[in-house]
């Protein structure tokens, strides 16, 4: 910490709680109390049941759960691959070749992601693509909008990098995609999954986009605590969150584990 006085420290950490606890910390334990409520009294829920966990851990809520998870891990994968393709690509064709890549990959986020999922959705409407109505159309738009995320941290990456490991294996004989496999990508490993886990986490909460591409048979979890929320049903909404929000959170924690070993390689 740059503050280096006592009062000064005491200063801004009251400064963050003062600011975090009701901005980020409350709201998310109102949800987890709602989850277990069975009604709402003045200003915060009240009662106790499980009943809500057990509806959205079952059935439809299950389904819905698995439909995200295979959603955000295809649509991180894809943008991973990309991503990286295109920052290693703009790193070798040069400053205006890495601008234009930039701007390229940073249009679907630039504008709001309903308006990429109208783009994806009239471009894919109709053959020789014809993707509406599947589920590769979901997973599609999710790979869109977390594409650029995977790029700049890769590409920030990549600029990173010391050119004397690659240069050592090149002196010594190793072919261009031999140095790619065996010395970039592992020097890249941190920030791979690092990128990974951010996509995947995008994906997990993207709604916008999703509303108006999902088929009936591939319902992410968000769609579902959107249109339970809508109805009323207040409580299995949050406890639907909750579960959505402890999946994000479980496979995170197990990114951030894989990132962490490969940083000691």
Known sequence: MLVHSRKSRRAVWAVFFALFLPLFALPLLVVLAASFATNWSSALPSGFTTGHYTAATRGESLQALTTSLVTALTASVLALVVGTWAALAGHALGKRGKRLLDALFMLPVAVPSVVTGLAILVAFSRPPVLLNGTRWIVILAHAVLVTAFAHQSV??????????????????????????????????????????????????????????????????????????????????????????????????????RMRTRASYR
């Open 155 to 256: 590409s920030a990456a990549v600029v990173r990098l010391d050119p004397a490991y690659e240069q050592a294996a090149a002196s010594l004989g190793a072919r261009p995609l031999y140095v790619l496999w065996r010395v970039r990508l592992p020097l890249l490993l941190p920030s791979l999954t690092a990128a990974a886990g951010l996509c995947f986490a995008l994906s997990m909460g993207e709604l916008s986009a999703t509303v108006m591409l999902y088929p009936p048979d591939w319902t992410p979890l968000p769609v579902q605590i959107y249109a339970a929320t809508d109805r009323g049903a207040l409580f299995t909404g949050s406890a639907l969150a909750v579960v959505l929000m402890t999946a994000t959170v479980l496979v995170l924690f197990a990114v951030s």
